[in-house]
């Protein structure tokens, strides 16, 4: 089916009732590729049955996409959208490597301990059937991966074939500055995480309003993206998920996923946290979400520190080839064409070693 555009502003040449109806087929059309999965043996997932009143409330969401080629890859998302919309550009090419593997995050809690035995499962599940994949993480999902190999055995590390880490936010310190440092004012996304992690759970009214503060927040964020641009059925069709995604988050759900970022330590420069090859893409305009003393941003502008995390790291810097439209933090929706050429070398390097074996 041909796509329909529309610019973000009001449009007399597009009928409304058109787009919906791209819209709604381009959803569809995903919905019959992106299907829930369950690994085979979730052990470590069902262990932790008896630490939660409600696993519902605080397992992720698995689903897998069927690809083509011998690289499954395994995407955890920042805070905002879903791992299924993060990378809906990508997917095309992703596919051609192999599966897809989506964990969304629940909507009404969130447990670090239960993010990291799904992972683990999943992990186990892919090597045992189609080898070793390549994990994906975008800002926040990056805290969350990192923490999880500083913690995982070494035979869930052997088992991994490569990280990318697109935009990674390691920890708090990334997202919110110390008071000493707020002398320029305080952002609006900083202000309103800083606001989630001091409210009371306990006081609902309190901790839904500083939610839904940030729920606009986020969709600031996407309208910002979005302005002057033409907006294809999959820009609208995953405006639509995001949306929807905010409003069915309960405040309860916002608040465990912010605290989980609290709760991430930055890693020591004395000893490796993954050994396989890494590639991290840093935007050009990550200080416009990042604080200046970013220990993230810090890391990796240093290849001498890096290292020491990441001993076989690449960084690359996602440079837009349009004047006036820097790459701001995880863009891949609206900068795809910046990201998937970097993406597309990454996955052609790790493939090549598996050609010169089947050679």
């Given at each position: 089916m041909k796509s329909v555009s529309l610019k973000t502003g009001p449009s007399k040449d597009v009928h409304p009732v058109l787009?919906?109806?791209?819209?709604?087929?381009?959803?569809?059309?995903?919905?019959?590729?992106?299907?829930?999965?369950?690994?085979?043996?979730?052990r470590r997932e069902f262990s932790l049955m008896k630490n939660f009143h409600s696993m519902h409330s605080i397992r992720c969401q698995v689903f897998r996409e069927k690809g083509a080629g011998s690289i499954p890859t395994i995407v955890i998302a920042g805070f905002v959208p879903d791992a299924t919309e993060t990378i809906e550009f990508q997917r095309p090419l992703l596919r051609r490597y192999g599966n897809i593997y989506y964990l969304n995050y629940p909507r009404n809690g969130f447990s670090a301990e239960m993010f990291s035995a799904q992972l683990s499962d999943l992990i186990d599940d892919i090597h045992a059937k189609a080898g070793k994949p390549l994990?994906?993480?975008?800002?926040?999902?990056?805290?969350?991966?990192?923490?999880?190999?500083?913690?995982a055995d070494e035979h869930i590390h052997e088992k991994i074939r490569g990280l990318l880490l697109v935009s990674p936010v390691i920890c708090t310190d990334d997202l919110i500055?110390?008071?000493?440092?707020?002398?320029?004012?305080?952002?609006?996304?900083?202000?309103?995480?800083?606001?989630?992690?001091?409210?009371d759970p306990l006081k609902h009214d309190e901790l839904e309003k500083q939610v839904e503060r940030s729920r606009r927040c986020f969709q600031a964020l996407f309208a910002a993206g979005a302005e002057n641009r033409v907006l294809s059925s999959k820009h609208l069709a995953i405006r639509r998920k995001?949306?929807?995604?905010?409003?069915?988050?309960?405040?309860?759900?916002?608040?465990?996923?912010?605290?989980?970022?609290?709760?991430?330590?930055?890693?020591?420069?004395?000893?490796?946290?993954?050994?396989?090859?890494?590639?991290?893409?840093?935007?050009?305009n990550e200080e416009d979400i990042l604080v200046p003393l970013s220990p993230t941003l810090g890391l990796f502008a240093d290849s001498t520190r890096y290292t020491k995390l990441f001993p076989n790291?690449?960084?690359?810097k996602v440079i837009s080839k349009n004047e006036g439209d820097n790459v701001p933090h995880a863009s891949m929706i609206f900068h795809h064409d910046a990201y998937n050429p970097l993406l597309e070398s990454w996955y052609s390097k790790l493939s090549a070693p598996l050609l010169q074996m089947a050679v």
């Open positions: 787009v919906s109806a791209a819209t709604m087929a381009h959803g569809f059309m995903r919905s019959m590729a992106i299907k829930p999965y369950a690994p085979r043996d979730r994990i994906m993480s975008i800002s926040f999902g990056s805290g969350l991966l990192v923490d999880f190999l500083r913690r500055r110390p008071k000493s440092e707020k002398r320029d004012g305080v952002r609006f996304l900083e202000s309103s995480l800083q606001k989630i992690i001091t409210a995001i949306m929807d995604m905010l409003a069915h988050t309960s405040a309860l759900g916002g608040y465990e996923r912010v605290k989980a970022l609290r709760d991430l330590e930055f890693p020591a420069l004395h000893g490796s946290v993954y050994a396989g090859p890494v590639l991290a893409l840093m935007a050009e790291c690449r960084v690359k």
